[in-house]
């Protein structure tokens, strides 16, 4: 009998529910200083975990998870292009 794979868990920076890395969309703050969703998953820099879901993202921003995962102040603009980026990738 074979053990199930055991997939690494990450928090949603929205829910805060864990779920499987895969199942989650990586936000990332890169070199720059710019915050992206990384859909790649490949970005270097810092990241953070979001479901593929807008109402995730809504509630992070709300509760200010992405200004303190990377110690910084997020532009309108950012919120509005993730928030783009995930309806296309829901
Ligand atoms: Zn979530």
């Known amino acids: ?10 928090k949603c920076s ?23 969703l990384d859909l790649t998953s490949k970005q270097p820099g810092r990241g953070a975990y979001l479901c593929r879901n807008p109402a995730c993202l809504a509630a992070a921003r709300k509760a200010r998870r992405f200004e303190k995962a990377f110690s910084m102040a997020i ?13 296309l990738h829901e």
């Open 1 to 10: 009998m074979q053990k199930p794979r055991k997939l690494p868990l990450r």
């Open 14 to 36: 929205g829910c805060g529910q864990m779920k499987p890395k895969t199942e989650l969309i990586r936000v990332v703050k890169n070199q720059a200083g710019e915050v992206f």
């Open 75 to 87: 532009p309108e603009a950012v919120f509005s292009k993730m928030e783009e980026e995930l309806r």
